[in-house]
Antibody, heavy 118, light 110 residues
């Protein structure tokens, strides 16, 4: 059974940093691209970042470009999102998802809440 | 900035049919945008319904179908059931590894 489990969320002050993790199981992690999607409270889904299987290619949405970095450790079956210079508008539940060839996301974690507030 | 538009809300009767659409603020949606559709109940993670315009994800009932209608992607629910009442999001692939989610549609079954 495919499982994705996010962790690392919490309360952080504006301008601060946080690193999210997404631990995977039930599939060969190194064979799949992965992505992060977020959802602000009461708002819609927003694609954040994506990474290829071998981490050769990474992609970020404009609102987070230059502040967020997606990475992965295939030896640990884990996906990461390093978030720097956090702003109030980054407050959201962050989901990791498996990114399939064919341009869609097939399995999702349950999410971790990031709150940026003083 | 690209905006992917969806109807804010739709109401459908039990057993009825509803078609949600997914459009671009400028331009037409085609299969080359690889439209996919996701269902989300409040407080829960999204669930994948449709990908590559019209392919149902594993375990998704055949009352859900995807298509291109005119210049938009579309998700049709045929024979709506009470547990279809939730939020629906489309996603379009914009090239160069970038994706944009639609604004979402809240479906009410009553």
């Amino acid at each position: 059974e495919v499982q994705l489990l996010e962790s690392g969320g919490g309360l952080v002050q504006p301008g601060g940093s946080l690193r999210l993790s997404c631990a995977s199981s039930g599939f060969t992690f190194s064979n799949y691209a992965m992505t992060w999607v977020r959802q602000a409270p009461g708002k819609g889904l927003e694609w954040v970042s994506g990474i290829s299987t071998g981490a050769i290619a990474t992609y970020h949405a404009e609102p987070v470009k230059g502040r967020f970095t997606i990475s992965r450790d295939n030896s640990k079956n884990t996906l990461y999102l390093q978030m720097n210079s956090l702003r109030a508008e980054d407050t959201a539940v962050y989901y990791c998802a498996r990114w399939r060839h064919g341009n869609y996301f097939d399995y999702w974690g349950q999410g971790t809440l990031v709150t940026v507030s003083s | 900035q690209t905006v992917v538009t969806q109807e804010p809300s739709f109401s459908v009767s039990p057993g009825g049919t509803v078609t949600l659409t997914c459009g671009l603020s400028s331009g037409s949606v085609s299969s080359s945008y690889y439209p996919s559709w996701y269902q989300q109940t409040p407080g829960q993670a999204p669930r994948t319904l449709i990908y590559n315009t019209n392919t149902r994800s594993s375990g998704v009932p055949d009352r859900f179908s995807g298509s291109i209608l005119g210049n938009k992607a579309a998700l049709t629910i045929t024979g709506a059931q009470a547990d279809d009442e939730c939020d629906y999001y489309c996603v379009l692939y914009m090239d160069s590894g970038i994706y944009v989610f639609g604004t979402g549609t809240k479906v009410t079954v009553l």
